[in-house]
């Protein structure tokens, strides 16, 4: 061991260093939590999350017209066939985001995310061709549209790591508020593009809306980030570039496999009202004018949610898993309640704490991963998370619908819709039978190391060493 400390300007460098043939990483800056960088950062984040989900979320609107469409030709099971389309587009972009996180590790988040805006913009130009075919809206919308918003989605996220350390779960509340805003006007915009012009017209003006993402995506260029690598030894072999971009290592934290496998369970029902309850209203609650009402309730409060609870999420000692398992727990309550109630006001009043709590959940994606995993294995551990919850999240609505046609009635699909996040939350107590991981034992701030951005020129260093690198802290 050399007696003598290196001097600081080494750990802030981001190059690499040969030593007896073994490459080694030095320290990089950390996230400086401001500047016109990371607040454009934050806005094209904003805005891709906004575009993305205000049309994901706002599907009740086309599911509508797309019953009415199938019931005109006489199609059997419309409302299981019709979910069908919206829930392979959430599904989808769920399903894909494990794709999306082995993309950045080979293209970046910035061309990765432009590529997402590219085909979900293609996507919806080409649905407004066929919107009489239903088979061919499951690939367009479901499948192509899906697959463009998660190449889009998981960089919006794992790119406000690069800049936010002590902010992050604000920032990411932040930045997840934008669907919640869209989502508020959206059904507004698509309704009377629908009653006006039709649903092709409506998916091409969607397609415009959605170019966006693609200029969003231009400002998602990375910042190097405080690490402390072990030393990788140069190997061009395929087994060394599939271990560089398939990140193995979140799957040897048992605490983050916990989280991971837990959130499908708790998904199964996540996305059924967002599809039937303008449909629930309209059996249900003939007399009423506005029946976008309840799902603009629940977008208005997930934005508030999301931001409270991505402030809370920065509080030192804050339980950001306890918080989503509370979370989930509301949720299932509010939707096993909702297909009992005979009042429209109370309806609303059960949408605006579902959006409340729904806003909890999804704020709260981020900065538990970044927790677990940390800031360079994020991208691909919510893209693996978010993987494994597509099949669920996809199957929902049409089981849901199936039930609604073999019934008659939106009792059941709910009250199970509202079962699956009630268990779901309580598997999520195995995360805390295991050790927390050393990432998590080091003091810092959403998987950055906090005392390795304290660095100044001329202060003198305790020498502690990680594998075969010397880091000098004060």
């Not at 829930?87 to 993309?103: E, N, W, Y």
Request: charged content about 10%; aromatic content about 12%; some cysteine.
């Amino acid at each position: 061991m050399d007696p003598k400390p290196r001097e600081v300007t080494d750990l802030l460098t981001s190059n690499q260093k040969e030593v007896n043939g073994i490459l080694t990483h030095t320290l990089k800056t950390v996230p400086r939590d401001g500047g016109f960088r990371a607040y454009a950062v934050v806005v094209g984040s904003f805005l891709t999350n906004g575009l993305l989900f205000g049309v994901i979320n706002s599907y009740s609107v086309i599911y509508t017209e797309l019953v009415r469409q199938l019931k005109d030709g006489q199609v059997q099971n419309p409302e299981s066939r019709a979910s069908l389309v919206g829930a392979l587009s959430m599904g989808t972009t769920f399903l894909l985001s494990p794709i999306s996180g082995v993309l950045t590790g080979l293209m970046g988040l910035r061309l990765t995310a432009v590529l997402g805006g590219t085909i979900a913009t293609a996507a919806l130009l080409i649905t407004s061709f066929v919107v009489n075919h239903i088979n061919a809206l499951y690939f367009t919308y479901g499948i192509m549209y899906g697959l463009g918003a998660s190449f889009a989605y998981t960089p919006s996220l794992a790119i406000l790591g690069h800049y936010f350390k002590k902010y992050l779960g604000l920032a990411n509340g932040f930045v997840t508020i934008g669907s919640s805003i869209f989502t508020v006007f959206m059904p507004i915009i698509m309704d009377v593009m629908i009653k006006n012009y039709g649903l092709p017209w409506m998916f091409r003006l969607l397609a415009l809306f959605t170019c966006g993402i693609a200029f969003c995506g231009l400002l998602f260029n990375p910042t190097p980030l405080t690490v402390a690598e072990k030393p990788v030894r140069e190997d061009n072999g395929v087994k060394s570039i599939l271990k560089t971009v398939i990140d193995v290592e979140i799957w040897k934290n048992k605490k983050y496999t916990a989280w991971a496998l837990c959130m499908p369970v708790a998904l199964f029902g996540y996305f059924v009202p967002y599809v039937y309850i303008k449909s629930y209203i309209e059996r249900n609650f003939v007399e009423v004018t506005n029946k976008n009402l309840p799902l603009q309730c629940i977008a208005v409060t997930s934005g508030v949610g999301r931001l409270m609870f991505g402030f809370l999420a920065d509080k030192p000692g804050m339980d950001r898993i306890l918080l989503q398992q509370i979370s989930f727990y509301v949720i299932g309550t509010l939707t096993i309640i909702l297909p009992f109630v005979q009042s429209f006001p109370l309806l609303v009043a059960i949408s605006l704490g579902m959006g409340l709590f729904d806003g909890a959940f999804i704020a709260l994606i981020g900065p538990i991963a970044f927790q677990l995993v940390g800031s360079d294995h994020a991208a691909q551990a919510i893209g693996c998370m978010l993987g494994l919850a597509a099949f669920p999240l996809s199957i929902g609505p049409p089981v849901a619908g199936y039930l609604y046609n073999v019934n008659n009635t939106f009792t059941l699909p709910f009250v199970l819709a509202g079962i699956s996040p009630l268990i779901g939350a309580t598997l999520m107590f195995l995360v805390r039978l295991y050790r927390s991981s050393h990432q998590e034992n080091e003091p810092n701030t959403n998987g950055h190391v906090m005392s390795l951005g304290t660095v100044h020129v001329g202060e003198c260093f305790n020498i502690y060493n990680y594998g075969t690198i010397k880091v000098y802290v004060k």
